[in-house]
């Protein structure tokens, strides 16, 4: 079992369930607003118009980084559909030249569902 952990912009949300549906992943958990950045700290129509001597440009990019809104999102699934869930969110995000998002794939020891007691990939299904 793993939990794929994705972090996302916040207003592709609703194409990665719709993704993650057709692949047959119907559980996910989602937390709210959450604030970051990647490498970019610029948007590049920002930097153009800074290139160009635009004022509100200037004026926008002020002296600190920016953080953008995201969304993180969690899918525990078992082995046979890591790479569907990774392929599905990949499917629903990409496409921005940059801050596309990152996902990572980590090991689940255990899962017990609190309703029936049952644990490990049974728990999953």
């Given at each position: ?9 916040i ?7 719709k ?7 119907t559980?996910?958990t989602a ?5 970051g ?8 129509k920002?930097?153009?118009g ?11 990019l ?5 953080l953008?809104?995201?969304r ?13 869930a990774?392929?599905?969110?990949i ?16 090991p ?18």
């Open positions: 079992m793993k939990t794929v952990m994705a972090i996302i912009n207003d592709k949300m609703n194409a990665t369930k993704a993650l549906l057709a692949a047959d992943i559980s996910m937390s709210g607003k959450v604030f950045r990647g490498k970019g700290l610029w948007e590049a920002i930097l153009e800074v290139k160009n001597d635009r004022p509100e440009a200037l004026e926008h002020g002296k600190e980084p920016r953008r809104a995201q993180v999102l969690e899918v525990v699934v078992n082995d046979s559909y890591v790479q569907p990774v392929d599905a969110i499917e629903a995000n990409q496409g921005e030249p940059h801050g596309c998002g990152k996902i990572f794939v980590m689940v020891n255990d899962v017990v569902q609190v309703r029936t007691g049952t644990t490990g990939s049974k728990a999953v299904d």
